[in-house]
């Protein structure tokens, strides 16, 4: 069965940096592309960062998070990870792992949850001004 497990969460004044971690079950999952979405309350679920296999070579991130956010796969320890920093309160929400079915990220990962299979239960970060 598969399982997405997020950890890392918590709270964090502005400027602040945390580290989330989705540690996944299965080995099949380490052939995926990998992504972590958010959602805040009364906003859509958005896309903040997506990486794809190494074969592919991809990384990807939404336009708010460029050049603060990284995210990092480690298919050894079956873990995603998404190192933020500079944390702004706008980046306030619940953050969730998810596992597309495909093995590279397709070009609408960041508004196309349907290409995702498979979600953790979700993270709060809460960013303080």
């Known amino acids: 069965q598969v399982q997405l497990v997020e950890s890392g969460g918590g709270s964090v004044q502005a400027g602040g940096s945390l580290k989330l971690s989705c540690t996944y079950s299965?080995?099949?999952?380490?052939?995926?592309?990998m992504a972590w979405f958010r959602q805040a309350p009364g906003k859509d679920r958005e896309g903040v960062a997506a990486i794809s296999t190494q074969l592919y070579g991809y990384t990807g991130y939404g336009d708010s998070v460029k050049g603060r956010f990284t995210i990092s796969r480690d298919d050894a320890k079956w873990t995603v990870d998404l190192q933020m920093n500079s944390l702004e309160p706008e980046d306030s929400a619940t953050y969730y792992c998810a596992a597309s079915e495909l093995e590279f990220c397709a070009s609408d990962w960041r508004t196309s949850t349907a290409r995702f299979g498979a979600w953790g239960q979700g993270t709060q970060v809460t960013v303080s001004s």
């Open positions: 299965t080995f099949e999952l380490s052939r995926k592309c």
